[in-house]
């Protein structure tokens, strides 16, 4: 069974901090990894990762694959209030079906 | 705006009752999803349609209907509303090498 798990399923940290966000996926015929960011309406995206060991970077946040291990973290530093929201990790397979966890949850505090 | 339009924003619905969702998407992508979500469930995909012409059942089809209507549409049917089919419907567009598009959801409650 196809299937993506998120860790922690949530978090809470002081403005500056640094976070990392787990996604452990098993997607048959896997294609990639993506990260969303959720506030209050539609998940907007992130990163999309293909391939191990390139580390995908956009202003604070950045993201890594590891497809021999299964995995990928996003880290967040110097963590700023508008940070906060779920954050989805979803896995695709060569067919366009895309796996997603439920989310962490992050909370950042003033 | 580029990007994916849904309708209604909110919805509520008497148990038996039918509607239809609409989306719609101008970005050119050949994929199409319906996805709900449900508190701590994340998101479920409902139906999905790889190109246009073709329609297939995702993780939780039951007592949905989709269409296909052209590359730009997909609707989301809903033939007798159900209380466990409260929940926010997320309608999404892709291509393969790229990640999803959002519609901005839409909230039903069936009372």
């Known amino acids: 069974e196809d299937k993506v798990v998120q860790s922690p399923l949530s978090l809470v940290v002081h403005e500056g901090d640094t976070v990392t966000l787990n996604c452990s996926y098993e997607v048959t015929n896997f294609r990639s990894l993506l990260w969303y960011k959720q506030e209050k309406k539609a998940p907007t995206f992130l990163f999309m990762l293909t391939s191990s060991g390139i580390e995908k970077k956009s202003g604070r946040l950045s993201s890594i694959l590891d497809k021999k291990e299964l995995f990928s973290i996003l880290n967040i530093t110097a963590t700023q209030t508008g940070d906060s929201a779920v954050y989805l990790c979803a896995g695709s397979n060569t067919g366009n079906q895309f796996y997603f966890g439920t989310g962490t949850s992050l909370t950042v505090i003033p | 705006n580029a990007g994916v339009t849904q309708t209604p924003k909110f919805q509520v619905l008497k148990t038996g009752q039918s509607m239809t969702l609409q989306c719609a998407q101008d970005?050119?992508?050949?994929?199409m999803y319906w996805y709900r979500q449900d508190p701590g469930m994340g998101l479920r995909l409902i139906y999905y349609s790889a190109s246009e012409g073709t329609t297939d059942k995702g993780e939780v089809p039951n007592g949905y209907n989709v269409s296909r209507l052209n590359k730009r549409e997909f609707s989301l049917r809903l033939e007798s509303a159900a209380p466990s089919q409260t929940s926010v419907y997320f309608c999404?567009?892709?291509?393969?090498?790229?990640?999803?598009?959002f519609g901005s959801g839409t909230r039903l409650t069936v009372v």
């Open positions: 970005m050119n992508h050949n994929s």
């Open positions: 999404a567009s892709s291509e393969v090498f790229y990640g999803y598009t």
